[in-house]
């Protein structure tokens, strides 16, 4: 994790600019500790306890906030605040087709440097596209925990791309933690290869229809040993505590947040959930 800001290099690639890939940003709780741990739990954890150990990260916030969305720095600061993370997820869109915040901007409005840092390829439509996303974030950054998205054209997971780039990416010496649909042989193959944690959908990205299928998705969860992460169309703070009802380690919420009228509050009222969701994960 960058000590510090200047270690993010703030030149001209970060920027709105079309000759350098664009820095896009979203952030989800955890706390770095300093040490270089792989391993993930799934064991029952108390409040204040890593439910993840990834990379040098000890992640304990089981809310994860996307700021993809959001044009006000200013914004970011007191939904981050309400919510109470404490990781930063950055991208890179590589084919220059978002505007983005700039990390100058945050850095007037949030001491990023409190923040474990993780990359992501939410903008990726193919294996290659994601690789090379994850290089870049290594390269430039430092990077090698990766929030793996490869979507198709209905901007749900594409499950034999992520597969394909998982196998690559692992390979390379990253820790991941792929995105795809809650079945059950797909998510074991990527554990199977050596992915840290498994994030499942539990509807199409920004529908607001929370879970469509509990109980898939708690067969699918029980087959884990890794922890899952549920994340995609959770539309009420009542589908995030179902999520961890169900043995989720930790939810991400972005549209949920973003879009509503008071998005501090939401912030704030999603954090609760998490909470109220926290004794189903320890009596698991």
């Keep these: 994790m960058p000590n510090s800001l200047p270690c993010v ?3 001209a690639s970060l920027t709105f600019g079309f000759q350098s890939p664009t820095i896009q940003v979203s952030l989800s709780p955890a706390q770095s500790k300093g040490s270089d741990v792989t391993s993930a739990l799934h064991s029952p ?5 890593p439910w993840l150990n990834i990379g040098k990260h000890h992640l304990v916030s089981r809310l994860l906030l996307g700021i993809e969305q959001y044009t006000d720095p200013a914004l970011v600061a007191k939904v981050l605040e309400a919510s109470g993370t404490d990781v930063f997820i950055t991208t890179y869109d590589l084919e220059q087709t978002r505007g983005s915040l700039l990390l100058d901007d945050l850095d007037q409005k949030i001491e990023l440097s409190r923040y474990a840092w993780i990359g992501t390829t939410s903008f990726a ?3 290659d596209v994601a690789v090379r996303t994850a290089h870049h974030l290594r390269a430039t950054l430092g990077l090698d925990v990766i929030k793996l ?15 394909t780039a998982a196998r690559q990416l692992l390979a390379d010496g990253f820790s991941i933690m792929p995105f795809v649909h809650p079945d059950i042989h797909v998510a074991l193959e ?26 898939t998705m708690r067969r699918c969860i029980d087959a884990l040993s890794v922890p899952a992460v549920v994340e995609g169309g959770i539309g009420s703070p009542a589908h ?12 991400l919420v972005n549209t949920l ?26 009596g698991s």
């Design 9 to 11: 290099r703030k030149s």
């Design 125 to 127: 439509y193919s294996a």
């Design 240 to 251: 995030v505590t179902e999520a961890m009802e169900l043995g989720a380690a930790a939810v």
């Design 257 to 282: 947040v973003a879009q509503a009228e008071d998005p501090v509050a939401m912030a704030a009222a999603v954090r609760q959930a998490v909470s109220a969701g926290i004794p189903a994960v320890q």
């Design 149 to 163: 998205d490869v979507r198709d054209a209905g901007n749900g997971p594409d499950g034999p791309a992520t597969i």
């Design 190 to 215: 990527l554990q199977d290869m050596g992915c840290s944690a498994i994030r499942l959908m539990a509807s199409p990205v920004g529908s607001y229809r929370g879970i469509s299928d509990p109980e």
């Design 45 to 49: 954890v108390g409040i204040d306890d």
